[in-house]
């Protein structure tokens, strides 16, 4: 078992920044890899970015490449979303979640292969 605890959110103007993290506890982090996905009113949700269990292999969606940044400290059970140059678009609840894959550089995008889910949280660009 695995419980997650994001935190970050809030309402910013487009072009700021923010930073996700999600707090993970239970079990062996290091054990998973992580995704951030997120959903906005009316639509389904998508990932938005990846990491493998060791840090080293990361996936980003076209929509937030270059501009999003995901990094874990597994010495912290953390996992973070560093999000810059913030656009209207970008709003949404955003959720992390670990998936158990027992390759260390591998990530998953896709949100049904995904164990465990954290509660969210929103983001809200305004313009």
């Known amino acids: 078992q695995v419980q997650l605890v994001e935190s970050g959110g809030g309402l910013v103007q487009a072009g700021a920044s923010l930073r996700l993290d999600c707090a993970a506890s239970g079990s062996t982090f290091s054990s998973f890899a992580m995704g951030w996905f997120r959903q906005a009113p009316g639509k389904e949700r998508e990932v938005v970015a990846a990491?493998?269990?060791?840090?080293?292999?990361?996936y980003y969606s076209d929509s937030v490449k270059g501009r999003f940044t995901i990094s874990r400290d597994n010495a912290e059970n953390t996992v973070y979303l560093q999000m810059n140059s913030l656009k209207r678009e970008d709003t949404a609840i955003y959720y992390c979640?670990?998936?158990?894959?027992?390759?260390?550089?591998?990530?998953?995008?896709?949100?049904?292969?995904?164990?465990?889910w954290g509660q969210g949280t929103q983001v809200t660009v305004s313009s």
């Open positions: 990491i493998s269990r060791n840090g080293y292999n990361t």
């Open positions: 979640a670990a998936r158990f894959l027992s390759g260390v550089y591998m990530f998953d995008v896709a949100s049904a292969r995904y164990d465990y």
